[in-house]
């Protein structure tokens, strides 16, 4: 099936910047949105970035400005450059996409394990 494959989460001091990426490998005929949720402790998942086949974007506004996201269709990746950390940052980091397995087949969503991230004050 699909697999997604996260990287790049950590410990990181308030002011810093890390880079997330992920892979995703299988059976794909065409990838649409990829993209980033988040969910902190006791707080529900919430969209972080995304980024649709055309290369439209779309943001959390309380990460305008500071995150960065892209994809790389030939290695089937997408990347968040995540610069100005806040605390409030912290949370566990979730790859997502909607693709399609095969021309006629519908759109799947599928989600990566999580990674963790960690701003310290």
């Known amino acids: 099936q699909v697999q997604l494959v996260e990287s790049g989460g950590g410990l990181v001091q308030a002011g810093g910047s890390l880079r997330l990426s992920c892979a995703a490998s299988?059976?794909?005929?065409?990838?649409?949105?990829l993209g980033w949720y988040r969910q902190a402790p006791g707080k529900q998942r919430e969209l972080v970035a995304v980024?649709?086949?055309?290369?439209?974007?779309n943001y959390a506004e309380s990460v305008k400005g500071r995150f960065t996201i892209s994809r790389d269709n030939a290695k089937n990746t997408v990347y968040l450059q995540m610069n100005s950390l806040k605390p409030e940052d912290t949370a566990v980091y979730y790859c997502?996409?909607?693709?399609?397995?095969?021309?006629?087949?519908?759109?799947?969503?599928?989600w990566g394990q999580g990674t963790q991230v960690t701003v310290s004050s």
């Open positions: 997502y996409t909607a693709l399609r397995l095969a021309v006629w087949s519908r759109e799947y969503d599928y």
């Open positions: 980024v649709t086949s055309d290369v439209t974007t």
């Open positions: 299988g059976r794909i005929f065409s990838i649409n949105t």
